[in-house]
């Protein structure tokens, strides 16, 4: 599992946005649609901002019977570059153990974006054993819509592997909204090694409520899931 750590911290952060990742407290009367018109900002204030911070705990499961507790964290650097252009760099910790096995792994990266607010562009990624070596990227829009949808981009890696990744905004009922990440990895024989889905029930401002994101790898059918608490 260590070698999709990155894909772990990256989604996670992708998703996770700024707030504290309380439980949400439904309004009364409970479950009502989202208004459609609503506007809902797919980032939190400040997440580009050099030394911008987030930490949350994490636990999880997987379909073998596993159980997981960790932290995911990130700060944002001061502007650098990253193949070739200026990029907003945010480095990630994440840290998990398996509370069945003992067994800890951890992983450090960094996820690079473009520097433009009106542009903004995930260009890629670097760890200790896999980076990202070209891209064809799109924008991400500053604020979406319910049923929104779009592109992260198409990330070849120096291992070979292809990584796609995509985006919609769900209806997260009571005034909320999902923002879903769906990433694929393929390794160069086209054959799928990880899908992950990530949902993060965010609000207006882009503040993450709560996140859980969902690993399956196809080789030996297993799933792990992750939820922030």
Known sequence: MKKYLILFALILIQGCGGGDGATYVPSDPPDVPTDPTTEFQLF???TFTEGYRTTYDLTGTSTVGDEFTGTISSRTLATSTFLGQDAVPIISQLELTNTVSGAFTSNISTGYYSTSVTDRHFLGFTDSEQSTVSAETSAIPQTAKIDDFGDFGTYTLN???VVKQSWRLDDGRNGLAKFVILSTMKDQFNEVKLNTTSTSTIDTSGNSIS?????????TGITVTLNTI
Request: glycine share 14%; charged share 15%; aromatic share 14%.
């Open 159 to 161: 291992t070979g592997d």
């Open 211 to 219: 996140t859980q994101v969902i690993y399956h790898y196809p080789d």
């Open 44 to 46: 939190a204030t400040g």
